[in-house]
């Protein structure tokens, strides 16, 4: 199915008399301390299944499994599943209900200590692979840094995340973050659909989002090992505080004169009245390359 194909669900009751038969007679209690929202909507599990399908990858990551509903969505679509669960009963729970599936394997780890690399040589899989997920809100941001430094890159990304988390990946003209700019720095992201609260039990207070991102086959700029880092740290000291204007934020975060970093965003063509929501990931290029040349010193980090 084209991904352009692919709408919001509509919403779905989930109360408990409501639950798919497999999490009614599991009896389960979901943890709140993991940020257990279960996916219920088997609509939204097919569509999430669609989406991250891949032209010529047979091979899929999932990042928190849970009692597997979207897994059970994938084993159907790819010839290699390789499902993470940090909760190693609900790991277990999957990997006994979907047992009859052989190309399925299911592995107990917090992917936040674990190699995507590592996760495929234990499954025998080899890239490319493609990564899924309904993500806890509370760790969303460090899940996605994590892939993204990861030894390899998946082809694409498809993650199920709180709706104001999509806003940030994706960003926009005046609308970029810290997220969106680490983003688009490997791949392009892309809301797909919304997901109403309503598709989960428990029901979250939040609503959420279908984002896919598409990876490059290499970054989006030349900058490389030791210089990626610099030029993260300055997108993290231009976003530090993102109502500020360029010209008060800039000194303070880099340890520079306003004179220092005037001549630099002159240099860049950047207006020193702009916030950091306004810069696209070429702007903060020029204005790396520009502190490079001149303050070699304040790319360090510290």
């Not at 047979?58 to 010839?79: H, M, R, S, W, Y």
């Not at 976003?239 to 965003?265: C, M």
């Not at 020029?286 to 502190?291: S, T």
Request: hydrophobic residues 45%; proline residues 7%.
């Amino acid at each position: 199915m084209p991904r352009r194909s692919i709408k919001s669900s509509n919403k779905f009751p989930s109360r408990k008399k409501d639950l798919p038969n497999y999490l009614r007679t599991l009896d389960l209690s979901p943890q709140k301390k993991l940020g257990q929202n279960f996916l219920i909507n088997q609509m939204v599990m097919f569509d999430i299944a669609t989406a991250v399908e891949h032209e010529g990858i047979e091979t899929v990551i999932e990042i928190g499994a849970g009692p597997g509903g979207l897994t059970q969505e994938l084993v159907n679509k790819f010839k290699s599943v390789i499902a993470v669960e940090l909760d190693e009963e609900l790991a277990a729970i999957t990997r006994n209900r979907l047992g009859d599936y052989n190309n399925l394997t299911v592995i107990a780890a917090d992917i936040l200590q674990i190699d995507l690399i590592d996760i495929l040589l234990e499954a025998d899989a080899k890239p490319p692979f493609v990564v899924v997920g309904n993500l806890p809100y509370y760790i969303t941001q460090p899940i996605l840094r994590k892939i993204q430094e990861s030894e390899v890159l998946p082809a694409c990304i498809v993650i199920l995340v709180q709706r104001e988390v999509a806003r940030r990946i994706v960003g926009g003209s005046s609308k970029e973050s810290f997220l969106s700019m680490c983003t688009k720095f490997f791949g392009s992201p892309e809301k797909l659909f919304d997901v109403d609260s309503s598709s989960f039990w428990p029901m979250p207070k939040v609503q959420s989002s279908v984002v896919r991102i598409d990876n490059f086959p290499e970054p989006a700029l030349p900058i490389f090992n030791d210089d990626r880092k610099s030029f993260f740290h300055l997108l993290r000291a231009g976003f530090s505080s993102p109502r500020k204007q360029l010209h008060n934020v800039l000194p303070g975060a880099l340890g520079l004169l306003t004179a220092d970093i005037d001549l630099v965003l002159s240099e860049a063509d950047i207006a020193p009245s702009l916030r950091a929501q306004h810069l696209s990931l070429r702007d903060w290029y020029l204005l790396f390359c520009a502190l490079q040349n001149n303050n070699p010193a304040a790319m360090r980090i510290r």
